[in-house]
């Protein structure tokens, strides 16, 4: 690598790792206050909270690291500009081609660490999540059981529980069930605990009684008991759901489907191949899009004014892109025939960024002005 290579090239990171850290710290603060909202408010403690974070953190960088990328090249090209850097390397005779070798290789580290984040570390962070997920949402003392107020753990349903013992006693349970469109149910217990079932865990109520209101003629009927378990099941949704999330699942399992994994998973065999061959595709548009950024501002002079009308030519350019990218993605998730649709865009951003390159090193028509 020469030393033109070598100076663009670590200007280039420089620039890359400020502009990812504050799109992954814009990203992860909105994602963290979301969080904070549902696992403080369902009991969990900070240090779970910290956990989820942490998991969501290989996502968000594996979002904003195209972002950051092409953020970093126009910066790059346009103060290189304006310093009359690219200018005197133009001079020596450096093609446009030339001066976009360094960006290349620029691009091509960025997607080899999507590379990475996406095949290896995302889904590893997802599958970690699910697990404590489904731990969470199975505990359903940290969900909706706290002493001392009124709780409601799904729409119809009223809870309240004097006191929670250290051992797990629930004191003088209250619980009242609306969602029938005949009866109301209360459920009132000196004394309940939860114990282990399946699907769900079961409550089981001591020394207690149960109302049946009937809304047709108003009339109540009261059973009381010495003993009586209520499954969960019907009652409140502590599941963690069903099905396996292709999030989860390593690529090369998602590249080549099979009955048992669309079965696992409940999709179709397009979606599954169109979440393996993204993963695969995704990166290539970090390369696209750092050609786009140094193709399009190499359509422009030197200026003090800056090469904004450039710059907003490689926006449209980026924007154009990542609509075909939208696009290809839901034409290859209708069909399992389609996934070669989504190399579409990166193809496309590179062919752009060749044609604009080409374009930029023609000899310029001077216009004559007749005296």
């Not at 154009?320 to 951003?349: E, K, N």
């Amino acid at each position: 690598m020469s030393r033109f290579d070598r100076y663009l090239l670590s200007q280039l990171l420089q620039l890359f790792g400020f502009f990812s850290l504050v799109l992954v710290a814009v990203y992860w603060v909105n994602r963290a206050v979301g969080l904070f909202d549902q696992l403080i408010g369902d009991g969990q403690s900070a240090l779970v909270f910290l956990e989820f974070s942490v998991l969501t953190l290989p996502n968000a960088i594996r979002l904003v690291l195209p972002i950051s990328g092409f953020a970093a090249v126009v910066y790059v090209i346009n103060r290189l500009m304006q310093e009359s850097e690219l200018v005197v390397m133009q001079a020596t005779g450096f093609s446009a081609f030339r001066l976009a070798r360094p960006v290349l290789y620029f691009g091509l580290c960025v997607m080899v660490m999507q590379l990475v984040l996406t095949n290896v570390l995302v889904p590893a962070s997802q599958k970690i999540l699910a697990d404590r997920s489904a731990e969470i949402s199975e505990n359903v003392t940290a969900r909706f059981l706290n002493a001392g107020q009124f709780m409601h753990p799904a729409k119809g349903v009223t809870l309240f529980i004097r006191d929670i013992t250290p051992t797990g006693e629930l004191i003088d349970l209250f619980l009242s069930d609306e969602r029938g469109t005949e009866d109301r149910m209360v459920h009132t217990a000196r004394k309940a605990f939860l114990v282990r079932g399946e699907p769900a865990p079961k409550l089981v109520m001591l020394d207690g009684a149960t109302q049946r209101m009937s809304r047709g003629d108003g009339r109540m009927s009261i059973t009381r008991f010495a003993d009586f378990t209520l499954d969960l099941a019907g009652l409140v949704n502590v599941g963690g759901g069903s099905g396996v999330s292709l999030d989860a699942l390593p690529t090369r399992t998602l590249l080549w489907p099979d009955d048992a994994l669309m079965a696992a998973t409940g999709a179709a065999r397009a979606q599954i191949l169109e979440e393996g061959h993204s993963r695969l595709a995704s990166p290539m548009l970090a390369v696209a899009a750092a050609l786009i950024g140094v193709s399009a501002l190499l359509q422009g002079a030197f200026s003090r004014f800056g090469l904004w009308r450039q710059m907003g030519l490689a926006v449209v350019l980026l924007i154009a892109v990542q609509m075909v990218w939208t696009w290809s993605g839901g034409i290859a998730g209708r069909s399992a025939t389609a996934w070669p649709a989504l190399y579409l865009a990166p193809v496309i951003g590179v062919v752009t960024s060749a044609g604009l390159l080409w374009w930029s090193q023609r000899p310029r028509r001077l216009q004559r002005v007749d005296a």
